[in-house]
């Protein structure tokens, strides 16, 4: 299964990004429910591998952190990809992140070493942007460039298994594991 370890959006949060989503006309806006922070994408992973992790995360003391939106960030170069509300990378954060990774090892998943850019991903822009929608998108975003937002506490995390659709992807949460404060 298509799977990935993320943090849900606090409730304090999402009419923000909402409302950004919406100053923002072109694209496939994420819906509402999708709205996640990853910390691993974990890819195709068998039954027996996530039952694996399961029992690794389940056997952690996984330690709470604070999100805060910090402005916008494009990915994809020229051809841009999609838009995303940047993260804090604030060190609870981190350390949170690198526990789960801890985790993620201990059963068995190898997973490329990349640089953490915590966000969350607002709109989708298929093959990229395309050039006709070009002025719409970055007068949308100066509108909302300045995106941030205080500190609000996360109270789980999720192994969340994804199915491509033609419509974008489909979510189910398959676990999910409380953080302490």
Request: glycine content about 6%.
């Given at each position: ?14 009419p923000p990004l909402l409302d950004a989503q919406e100053t923002v006309p072109v694209g496939r806006p994420v819906p509402e ?149």
């Amino acid at each position: 299964m298509r799977c990935f370890l993320a943090l849900p959006i606090p409730e304090p949060l999402v009419p923000p990004l909402l409302d950004a989503q919406e100053t923002v006309p072109v694209g496939r806006p994420v819906p509402e429910e999708n709205l996640h922070v990853t910390l691993a994408f974990l890819d195709e992973q068998p039954d027996f591998v996530l039952a694996e992790l399961d029992a690794a995360l389940s056997a952690r003391r996984l330690r709470s952190c604070a999100l805060a939106l910090d402005g916008l960030s494009s990915f994809g170069g020229r051809r841009v990809k999609l838009l995303a509300a940047q993260v804090v990378p604030e060190p609870a954060l981190v350390a949170l992140r690198d526990e789960v990774l801890r985790a993620v090892r201990a059963a068995g998943i190898d997973l490329p070493r990349e640089r953490f850019r915590p966000h969350v991903t607002l709109i989708r822009f298929g093959k990229g942007l395309r050039p006709e929608d070009r002025s719409r998108f970055e007068a949308g975003v100066a509108r909302v460039v300045s995106l941030t937002s205080r500190p609000e506490p996360v109270t789980s995390l999720r192994l969340v298994g994804s199915t491509l659709t033609a419509e974008g992807p489909l979510y189910e949460t398959l676990a999910d594991y409380p953080l302490e404060a």
